[in-house]
């Protein structure tokens, strides 16, 4: 069975762009995080969704910041518009059970210029 | 924000020998989980410890949870180069998410 998919792997863009990264979640799961590593803040929980409801945002750092989930099988992680700052790898997780084991998507390093 | 800590932040140690990490935090938890992460990678769940337990084995490691101490640990035994990764440790609360460590980096020298 495939894993979680995330697109792109590597993302570099300049400052002010957009960056739109994607993610499919392994396939029966119902609950979908997005996560931000970075060296000075480790790992942050950005968005938690259940069922395709966002059920918290509260990670979200700034309105720059938007994620969907329009339906099971896909969520879209936005930056608009994007800053050096926002540099980091952004993971995308899913589970099955709730409170369970969470799988890992491979992460999108993200690179501004 | 973590609301985890880990210690220690590196630990090297030689194969064979055993590796003990451990973590604290700060809020009542549903649950306690263990993840690895190799270089460049995402996390690999390892083992998960629930508020009403004490202990929990699987392979090589083992972990400890102590909620009047708000702390865990974890304890990989005979460790080989393989083991090399870093080591997070992430607390579940009721409303099923999940708040990570720092980390421990651990090398395992062949």
């Known amino acids: 069975d495939a894993g979680v998919i995330q697109s792109p792997r590597h993302e570099v863009t300049e400052m002010g762009q957009e960056v739109t990264l994607r993610c499919k979640p392994i396939?029966?799961?119902?609950?979908l995080f997005w996560y931000r590593q970075t060296m000075m803040r480790g790992l942050e929980l950005l968005i938690y969704?259940?069922?395709?409801?966002?059920?918290?945002d509260s990670g979200m750092p700034e309105d720059r910041f938007s994620a969907k989930m329009p339906n099971a099988s896909f969520s879209t992680l936005k930056i608009q518009p994007s800053e050096p700052r926002d540099s980091a790898v952004y993971f995308c997780?899913?589970?099955?059970?709730?409170?369970?084991?969470?799988?890992f998507g491979p992460g999108t390093r993200l690179t501004v210029l | 924000s973590q609301q985890g800590e880990e210690d220690p932040q590196a630990l090297s140690i030689q194969e064979g020998e055993n590796a003990t990490m451990n973590c604290s935090y700060k809020t009542s938890i549903n649950n306690l989980q263990w993840y690895r992460q190799n270089s460049g990678r995402g996390l690999v769940h390892l083992i998960l410890i629930r508020s009403n337990e004490r202990e929990k084995h699987s392979g090589r490691l083992r972990v400890t949870l102590d909620t009047s101490k708000k702390s865990s640990s974890l304890l990989i035994t005979a460790s080989r180069a393989a083991d090399t990764a870093s080591y997070f440790c992430?607390?579940?609360?009721?409303?099923?998410?999940?708040?990570f460590g720092g980390g421990t980096r651990l090398m395992v020298k062949p």
């Open positions: 997780a899913s589970s099955g059970d709730g409170a369970g084991e969470q799988f």
């Open positions: 396939s029966g799961h119902n609950s």
């Open positions: 969704f259940n069922n395709n409801v966002p059920i918290d």
């Open positions: 992430a607390n579940a609360n009721a409303g099923n998410m999940l708040t």
